[in-house]
């Protein structure tokens, strides 16, 4: 059974695929009166550090650029999908050059400044974080979705293989 916050989280992003686009600036929903601090509850939905680290608002864009383009069932090609997608949302500079899954941790942390998170769960990684796992093989890699997890296919679970790290760009 899926937890609160992720059942919030989920209705949350159907709503957001049927309310129509508002336009930045003079058609802005944001009102300072309004606006406030997240509870501790809002904060656990986004993920552990939420409210406290600020990584770069382009890996939510390269998760929503990742759902997109994913397929309903794997096409052995997690770390290309995911490579793609962190370079059409401009979180990276340029398309990394490892060639497996396991490699992308290495990779992201030493070539495009990448912080790895004191994450154990995948469920609780925050949105737009990139999740590493080893094991036999390539391995795999996939993006933090509000929904679940994204690579080159979506799915509401996490992989079962080892987890190596979550990673996100800090905010410059």
Known sequence: MPSKSFRILFIF???CLFLPSVS????SLFNSEDA?????????????????FRYDKTMLNAARIAADRAHAHSQSSCWR?????????KTIDSYPKTAY???AAAELTNSYGFKKLAVSDPF??????????????AGHVEI????GFVS?????????????????????
Do not use: M, W
Not at 24 to 27: I, Y
Not at 81 to 89: G, Q, R, S, T
Not at 124 to 137: E, H, N, W
């Open 24 to 27: 930045p600036a003079r058609d």
């Open 36 to 52: 406030r601090e997240l509870d501790s509850t809002e904060v656990r939905a986004f993920g552990p550090k939420a409210g406290k």
């Open 101 to 103: 899954a396991k490699q």
């Open 144 to 147: 933090r979705t509000a929904t």
């Open 81 to 89: 999908y995911v490579k793609k997608a962190l370079l059409a949302a």
């Open 124 to 137: 609780k990684a925050p949105l737009g974080s990139v999740l590493v796992y080893g094991g036999r093989g």
């Open 152 to 172: 080159d296919f979506a799915t509401p679970r996490p992989s079962k293989r080892p987890l190596i790290g979550v990673y996100v760009k800090p905010r410059v």
């Open 13 to 15: 992003s159907l709503l």
